[in-house]
């Protein structure tokens, strides 16, 4: 079969590419090795995390806020069975609406390892059967995989990484999290919130590292009130899997006494890196660069007609970012000239309060030397977040020093996810601080913190503060 593009790769990055070069009139395959559509973040990333952050946050909140609402109901109890079945439910809906598109779209799924012949022809390696098919257009969308401890593997049974924490057959007694980064935080929440003790041993000494750092302060203030416990600035020397129980053995990076920790589970959450196996980059000459499918400016590798896009090459590893990257590749396919503003990708990490940020930190200005001003404001002064006990949280402003251009937004709150969005589009129309705190925001919302941050960041005169 001869094709205008083959996608190798069904995540966000491949799916949206295929879907955009279909639209676009060309003749597309996607090729996917697992059974299921939709890569890492349909199946044990983004959408089956965020089922159980939901779930989780259901319970939290029936057993403890549910009373002072006035909401009177006997202790409720976990049933993790469901709570996981559930998440499959959502996880199913989810990858058979892949599915449907892919046919909607009149593009042909091919099951099966694919791997490159040479520049122009894929083989699809199923159950030990090859078959192959040409392309006069490739796109690499392979994605990522966990990083495991260098001395420690995962064993899968007490070493685990994110896609066995979501297939949990028990809540954990005592779950040690390594690394207090995004998976860390969201997967070690949703276990302390249904009972679990968690405790993060975290590298660097702020949780979240690559926030602004005063939202790694602030979340391991909300999240210490679900009982969390944390090493920072711990460097992890031991991990042991005893059979029932695993041993974590860690020591200040500065100096001082080293820890024992004993779990029943240890999640290792120390960052993700590309993924390559068995994709036959050698047969058309791409050598990688740290793992990763080095690329120009359009997304190109050095074969002219391959591309690679998402969590394979460099960038964030977030699946909005690699569906505009799908998006940006299949429009230069049809001629057209796409473009990606990287600094404006926002990121989110969905923990209760939920972080989420775009633009310069403020440690990046400072590095960049620019002159900038700052202002923030806390949820416990909105009204909004009076009334939905959602106190926890700021909103903090970057803007130029001189022009008052918003460089960075950073969010922790109740809604920062959604709320995020509105920071993406004023930076995108390089909106200043005072352009947004003149524009009316609705009463009562948590949108309204953003528009006093503007307002202290503009003119340090907040109305509400
Ligand atoms: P992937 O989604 O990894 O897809 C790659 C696909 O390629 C896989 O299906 C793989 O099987 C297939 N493949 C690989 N090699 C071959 C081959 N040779 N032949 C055929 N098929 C092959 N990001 C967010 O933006 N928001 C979130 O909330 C979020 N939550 C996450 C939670 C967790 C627990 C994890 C682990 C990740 C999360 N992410 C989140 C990150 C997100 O999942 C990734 O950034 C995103 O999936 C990357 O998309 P991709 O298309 O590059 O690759
Ligand atoms: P991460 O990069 O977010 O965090 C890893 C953390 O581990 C860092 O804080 C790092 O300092 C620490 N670390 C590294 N080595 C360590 C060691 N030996 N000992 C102790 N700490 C160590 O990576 P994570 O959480 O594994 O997630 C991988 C990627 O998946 C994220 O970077 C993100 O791109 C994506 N993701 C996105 C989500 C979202 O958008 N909400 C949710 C989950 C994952």
Known sequence: MQYNVVVIG?????????IRCAQLGMKVAIIEKYNTLGGTCLNVGCIPSKALLDSSEHFHNAAHTFKEHGIDIDSPKVNIDQMIKRKGDVVKAN?????????????????????????????ITKDGKDTTITT??????????????????????????????????????????IGGGVIGMELGSVYA????????????????????????????KATKKLGMDFYLGHKVTAVENKGKEVVVKAEPKNG???????????????????????????????????????VDNHLKTKVDNIYAIGDVV???????????????????????????????????????????????????????????????????ALGRAR???????LVKI????TTDEILGVHIIGARAADMIAAGVVAMEYRASAEDVSRMSHAHPTYMEAVKEACLAATANRPIHM
């Open 256 to 294: 001082g006494a080293a820890v024992e920790l004993k779990g029943d589970y240890c999640l290792v959450s120390i960052g993700r890196r590309p993924y390559t196996d068995g994709l036959g980059l050698d047969k058309v000459g791409i050598e990688l660069d740290k793992g990763k499918i080095p």
């Open 95 to 123: 990858v058979d609406g892949i599915a449907f598109l892919m046919k909607k779209n009149k593009i042909d799924v091919h099951t099966g390892v694919g791997s490159f012949v040479d520049k122009n022809t894929i083989k």
């Open 136 to 177: 006069e257009k490739v796109i690499i969308a392979t994605g990522s995989k966990p990083t495991p401890l260098p001395f420690a593997p995962f064993d899968k049974k007490r070493i685990i990484s994110s896609t066995e924490a979501l297939e949990l057959k028990e809540v954990p007694k005592h779950m040690i999290v």
């Open 314 to 380: 460099r960038g964030a590893m977030l699946a909005h970012k690699a569906e505009e990257e799908g998006v940006m590749v299949a429009e230069q396919l049809s001629g057209q000239k796409p473009h990606i503003n990287y600094n404006l990708i926002p990121g989110v990490v969905y923990t209760w309060p939920e972080v989420a940020s775009v633009g310069s930190t403020e440690e990046q200005l400072k590095e960049q030397g620019r002159a900038y001003k700052t202002g923030s404001f806390p949820y416990k």
């Open 10 to 18: 069904s995540g966000p990055g491949g799916y949206v590419a295929a």
């Open 193 to 220: 919130r249904i009972g679990a003790k968690v405790t993060v041993v975290e590298f660097l000494d702020s949780l979240i590292p690559t926030n602004d750092c005063t939202i790694g302060k602030e979340l391991q």
């Open 387 to 393: 009334a939905s006990m959602d106190l926890d949280g």
């Open 398 to 401: 970057l803007a130029d020093k």
